[in-house]
């Protein structure tokens, strides 16, 4: 499928064979969200995503639409949510030394950051709302809030399969920016 930014349109998506979900640009740009929307079919009717759990908002990248992406869905099937795009974001710190000297991970920790209305801030120039985000202090905040990250095809496919197969929804990359990090117990 042609990637394409436009605010308000629903794709359907295939992940594997007999597995299909939705997802809705959310902003001009890049933010789109994906919902607890599962069929077995490129099938959907009198669906209204305003009712539907959001699973996350995340940018993502024209591979994503291109690869994934099957078609734009029409009003007539799925009416698209009205609620505005998410703001807050967790912002990565550069970890360059502990990459280069140790193999640690590129990134180290974050701030919890406000992106504006319909997210249109760069996440680096956007109010810091927390600022170094602890796993002790902040651990709720850290499970709740998406990384500032670019999705592509591959991530987004995984994270959206792992969650229909197991009920687990989180961003695995939390857990080497984050060192110590962990799930609650309920859902390890």
Known sequence: MRAFWKKGSVISL????????????????AKMRFYNV??????????????KNTLFCVPVGNILIQKLGVRRIPLAEVIPSNEPCERLFINVASNAEGYRLR???IWRGGNLVDEGYDARNAAYNSPIIIQ???????????????????????????????????????????????????LPAETQ
């Open 14 to 29: 295939k992940l594997k064979e007999n597995l299909y979900s939705l997802a809705q640009m959310v902003n001009p740009s």
């Open 132 to 182: 170094n985000l602890d796993i002790t202090v902040h651990r709720e905040i850290i499970l709740k809030f998406e990384l500032e990250n670019m999705y592509g095809d591959i991530i987004a496919r995984n994270r959206l399969i792992r969650y229909y197969e197991t009920g687990v929804n989180i961003e695995p990359l939390k857990f080497d920016i984050f060192p110590g990090f962990s």
């Open 103 to 105: 193999n640690e991970c």
């Open 38 to 51: 599962f069929n077995d079919k490129d099938e959907w009717s009198s669906i209204d995503l305003n009712y």
